[in-house]
């Protein structure tokens, strides 16, 4: 293909702290109906975020906006400290990577071929070389290695939902975006899921994930953002966010947080 | 993380490497024994024989039929180029159309861009348009293949992706616009561009010459080569547009180049041979039922694989039958139909249902 090649802009290494996404005033309208209204949010580096909220709150609206998956009508979206707009889609997929909810593929690749396509925005790079280490890891942390030769169309829901967390991985962005990873998950990789997102957290990665499973939330997230209707209802560390009355008024079901009887964390549950 | 994990094997690393000499050796022997039989045999020993002479070695042995060394040369040689740059175009055309489609059914032939192009091809014929000299034809079939190619693109294609059925019946549409478009120049013309048509639309290499091998030969290649260089991009959208986006991939340019290389691919095969369905179909699949769906193994072995079919696919049509030539394109939808109606079959099961 003729390209006008720009340099491409290689991301430089983060500090955990460092505001990774900057979010004000975002409006998303769909069918002149606003999703979104007013949201301003901060994701720094080193944190992981839960973004939470009832059905149609507009958590994966809000994730593809981060994302730049689609346009805000009002408000901007920030990446590394510049406008998504000020980013080549390449540059972009240096810096933050993005697990969809739902998985498709059009031909049966394997495994290790899906997972290496994470390591597309890095060809020709330096980080190039590096491109088998990373792929091993990610496998390695999402326990797929072991059908790495099977096609991916071949797997079940919860390892076709792995697989793409380890190409999520293998892109070895910065900011990662999770739109609902645990959702077709056992307990044991639920658990997994999120060991994973707090290692990368811990190397000074910022992790937005959505979730459904307020506990998790809760036992993870160093902060959360909990959504209503479009708009921000609140967002700081879970034990403020995650409280009875709050969660009672925004999900319009009664809710109780109790102390877990050995570890003292809140346990969120339906009053029944 | 660990800095120890296992790393896994990369699947037969071997396999595409033998594939692909597979294939070309295959392509190499197939073309030297197609030169060498017709209606006056020449040993393969004598073709290989008088190639070497003709580029300076005097090596083996040189044709002893009267009249071989022309035949070879004027009749014979440009065919099976013809037939070797047809089928490389349709094969690589078949395997990026499916990738960027992203769908194991799409075909040059089959969503009705052969012929479109073909109705520009012909439309130049009737009318006896020479103004690009040699290449008009070509540059004809190439602009109405490109309009087809858009036409369909946006039409089946709905929130980034096509059903299978979409595609499927805007192909009928765009074959029968196009085939009461030929059959309109048919009626419009004189006995000659009556014969004209009519083996175009059967598909033949009757009408091989130097020329028109090198008026296709460019396009053919610089489409091969603009698609090889697509190949790691076509992968990724395999994983669907918004992810591909998301990898950085420019999907909308991607498109773009991928809607250009077909309609230049398939406008080469068209230009000279006419309509030859089903190979672009048929090659690539059996490809990624070999080595996988990868497309920088995909598209060379497509394309090397299609040369060989159609190599071999036009030998039969002239020599199955004594002093008569089968009209190549009939040839290869008789394999081809029922190989895509098994296609569709597996398909539909394996989706359950056209969803």
Known sequence: MITLRRRVRQPGPVTAGDVAVRVAGLRVERGGRPVLDGVDLDVVHGEILALVGPNGAGKSTLLAAVCGDLAPDAGTVALA?????????????????????????????????VVRMGRVPWAGTAAEDADDDAVAHAMAATDVTAFAQRPFTALSGGEQARVALARVLAQDAATLLL?????????????????????????????????????????????????????????????????????????????????????????????? | MTATAAKPEQRGALGPVL????????????????????????????????????????????????????????????????????????????????????????????????????????????????????????????????????????????????????????GIAVNAVAGAALGLLMFASGNDGLRAITSWQLGSLAGATWPAVGAVAPCALAGVAAAFLCARRLDVLALGERAARQLGVDVERLRLVCVVVIALLTSAAVAFSGIIAFVGLVVPHLIRMAVGPGHRVLIPAATIGGALILVTADLVARTSIAYQELPLGVLTSLVGGPFFFWLLRRTRTRSGGWG
């Open chain 1, 81 to 113: 400290g510049k406008p998504l707009g000020a980013w080549t889609p390449r540059e972009l997929a240096m810096r933050r990577a993005m697990l969809p909810q739902r998985h498709t593929l059009s031909f049966p690749f394997t495994t290790l071929d």
């Open chain 2, 19 to 170: 594939l692909l000499a597979g294939l070309s050796a295959g392509l190499v022997v197939m073309a030297v024994v197609a030169a060498s039989l017709g209606q006056v045999n020449i040993p393969p020993a004598q073709v290989v024989g008088s190639i070497l002479h003709r580029i300076g070695l005097d090596i083996g042995p040189v044709p002893e039929a009267a009249q071989g060394d022309n035949a070879l040369w004027l009749v014979r040689f440009p065919r099976v180029a013809l037939a070797i740059v047809t089928g490389a175009a349709l094969g690589c055309a078949g395997a990026v159309m499916q990738g960027v489609f992203g769908n194991p059914l799409a075909e040059p032939g089959v969503i009705g861009v052969s012929s479109g192009a073909a109705v520009g091809a012909a439309a130049v014929i009737v009318f006896g348009l020479t103004f690009a000299g040699n290449w008009t034809i070509v540059l004809a079939a190439f602009v109405a293949g490109l309009l087809t190619t858009l036409l369909v693109y946006v039409v089946s294609r709905a929130n980034g992706r096509t059903e299978v059925v979409t595609l499927l019946l805007t």
């Open chain 1, 179 to 272: 739109d609902e990873p645990t959702a077709a998950l056992d307990i044991r990789h639920q658990e997994l899921v999120f060991a994973v997102a707090k290692e990368q957290a811990a190397r000074g990665h910022a992790v937005v994930v959505v979730v459904h499973d307020l506990d998790l939330a809760a036992a993870y997230a160093d902060r959360v953002a909990l959504l209503a209707d479009g708009r921000l209802a609140a967002c700081g560390p879970s034990a403020d966010v995650l409280a009875a009355d709050l969660l009672t008024e925004v999900y319009q079901y009664d809710i109780e947080v109790i102390a877990h009887p050995r570890t003292g964390r809140p346990l969120v549950l339906p009053r029944r």
